[in-house]
């Protein structure tokens, strides 16, 4: 590691607030009604607080549907602003020179991914994304390193990004990537015993992994990143929207209903 690797920015959410699927608007409605039914009894005579707290104890799921909806809501919204955001700066999406990429580069579909190998659900997909690859060879696939969860003085999820991208020099980034987000307990140590393992050349790596070429990458992603508001892994994006759902079903409906 080098002393001018970029400084992640502080996330101001670390949830994976993309993968939660939106309520149909439909169903969102029948709750309301439904509530507004229940409740409007309570809406006059005395102690109304008295009544609504015993309705509430009576029938706890209505918070749980209540949070759900504002949960759902939130996510909405926050989808709604990341994809004006893109769409004002698309250049955010673009592969720069040392980027893993893989498919046609004039696809119909595109996706890119944003992730952090230390990011839980971003090891939960990762086996069904790449097998999303697999399946579509027709569609580009766009890799974005946004090593993010580190904290203090810890760098694994900046070494294994950087890990990452000098496998990719050396035509190993996928099995790498794959191995990387297998990896339970992933350390400093682990990256090494990754990358020699998929045949990647140790000092050919030490010099991109202390790179200025690496450090520019993983600096635009994160410049780029911050610029739209993304502070949370993985987030997609196909064609330069970020579906409602992260699950790999959502992602495979999402890219076929792209490819039309």
């Not at 070494?159 to 307990?185: F, T, W």
Request: hydrophobic share 45%; charged share 15%.
């Amino acid at each position: 590691m080098t002393d001018d690797a970029p400084t992640p920015p502080e996330p101001t959410a670390r949830t994976d607030w993309t993968r939660h699927p939106r309520l149909p608007l439909a169903a969102l409605v029948v709750g309301v009604l439904a509530l507004g039914t229940a409740v409007a009894p309570y809406l006059s005579g005395q102690d109304f607080d008295g009544r609504v707290r015993a309705y509430l104890l009576a029938n706890p799921q209505v918070l749980q549907e209540v949070s759900l909806a504002l949960q759902n809501q939130e996510n909405t919204n926050r989808i709604t602003a990341l994809n004006e955001a893109v769409a004002a700066n698309p250049s955010v999406l673009a592969v720069t020179e040392g980027e893993p990429a893989f498919g046609p580069a004039d696809a119909k579909v595109t996706v890119v991914q944003f992730f952090d190998y230390q990011c839980p659900y971003c090891k939960t997909v990762a086996p069904a994304y790449l097998a999303l690859i697999q399946a579509n060879p027709d569609v580009r696939f766009v890799f974005k390193e946004l090593p993010i969860l580190d904290r203090g003085d810890e760098i694994t999820s900046q070494y294994a990004a950087r890990a990452a991208l000098a496998a990719q020099a050396q035509g190993r980034y996928l099995p790498v990537h794959e191995a990387l987000m297998a990896e339970a307990a992933l350390s400093v140590e682990a990256v090494d015993r990754i990358l020699a393992a998929n045949g990647v050349d140790p000092a050919a790596a030490r010099a991109v992994i202390e790179g200025q070429q690496t450090s520019r990458i993983l600096a635009d992603v994160y410049a780029g990143a911050g610029s739209v508001g993304l502070n949370g892994t993985p987030t997609f994006f196909i064609n330069g929207k970020v579906p409602a759902s992260n699950s790999p079903e959502d992602l495979a409906a999402a890219i076929a209903a792209a490819k039309g």
